[in-house]
């Protein structure tokens, strides 16, 4: 503006302010990658995004379309990898780093991310009833999958190399065939630090990169069994509950769950009358669980 030119009204620069401190508002937030599902796609998550639009206007908010529907039945380390070079470019392009929200089986996809990425820069990771110690339960997906075999004979199929082709199975845990399981399991044993191998050191260390880990789940959930493997939570050998405190992984710090709890880093939402397809599309939740950590 030249020096003889008149002032900008008051409302025009009011105005100007606003608009500037809404861009700065919008710029704050950081990106929020979406790791679906499975069955799902992102089409599903259409109510999240507009929960997020609301309330967090301006985030950049990626569902990674990627392993949907039936492809999400493929086996996890596979799925692993592709989204790891999905999300890679969202990381290198975030300098004040990303959130990561994943939604059941994507709850475990993204454990894995963080484990296997050692230069990644997620500030909060929100597993949104996710089977985290895993699954052992009758549910529509297993009948529809394995219309004759229950929960107390899917081990047989699960456990062998065929099964573990399969993206369910790649975190079956039959608490009454332990043996099997960590002789078997290729995946969740392993990121467990249940079965040995040579990167657990590393993989600790690269979870432990995240400031936040948000456990979200509840007792009306109906898929997750026990529901409270979303919080870490999982049966002993009599189908009892056992809390994340007292199981073995957690006492031993295998894979940094303790230290992230000793750090204050672990938050847990429980929110009951949720059903499990529910749970992204509910603002109840939203408000509850999630808005809170997507700064």
Avoid at 64 to 74: I, K, M, N, P, Q
Avoid at 180 to 209: G, I, T, V
Wanted: charge should be negative; charged fraction near 15%.
């Amino acid at each position: 503006m030249g020096a003889g030119a008149p002032p900008a009204p008051l409302g025009f620069s009011l105005g100007l302010l606003l608009l500037l401190g809404l861009a700065r508002a919008g710029g704050a937030y950081k990106p929020v990658i979406v790791v679906h599902g499975l069955f799902d796609s992102p089409a599903d998550f259409q109510h999240l995004l507009g929960f997020i639009n609301e309330t967090h206007p301006g985030t950049n908010v990626t569902v990674v379309d990627l392993f949907d529907h039936s492809e999400s039945l493929r086996p996890l380390w596979l799925q692993v990898e592709g989204f790891r070079r999905a999300i890679a470019p969202i990381m290198a392009n975030a300098a004040d780093g990303v959130h990561l929200l994943c939604y059941s089986q994507g709850g475990l996809i993204c454990r894995a991310l963080l484990c296997t990425m050692p230069e990644h820069n997620v500030d909060t990771f929100i597993s949104l009833s996710a089977p985290q110690m895993g699954q052992y339960g009758d549910t529509v997906y297993l009948k529809w999958l394995f219309p004759q075999h229950v929960k107390t004979n899917i081990y047989r199929i699960c456990y062998t190399q065929l099964g573990q082709d399969v993206s369910i199975c790649n975190y079956w845990n039959d608490p009454h065939h332990r043996d099997l399981y960590l002789n078997s399991s290729s995946f969740l044993a392993l990121l467990n630090d249940e079965r040995l191998h040579p990167n657990a050191s590393a993989w600790k260390r690269n979870l432990l990169r995240i400031q936040n880990m948000v456990l979200i789940g509840g007792p009306d959930d109906g898929v997750i069994t026990p529901w409270q493997s979303s919080l870490f939570a999982f049966y002993d050998t009599n189908e009892t509950v056992t809390e994340m405190r007292a199981q073995p992984v957690y006492l031993r710090d295998a894979f940094g769950l303790k230290t992230l709890d000793g750090r204050g880093s672990i938050h847990t939402c429980v929110v009951p009358g949720v059903g499990h397809v529910a749970w992204h599309n509910s603002r109840r939740v939203y408000s509850t669980c999630i808005q809170p950590w997507l700064t």
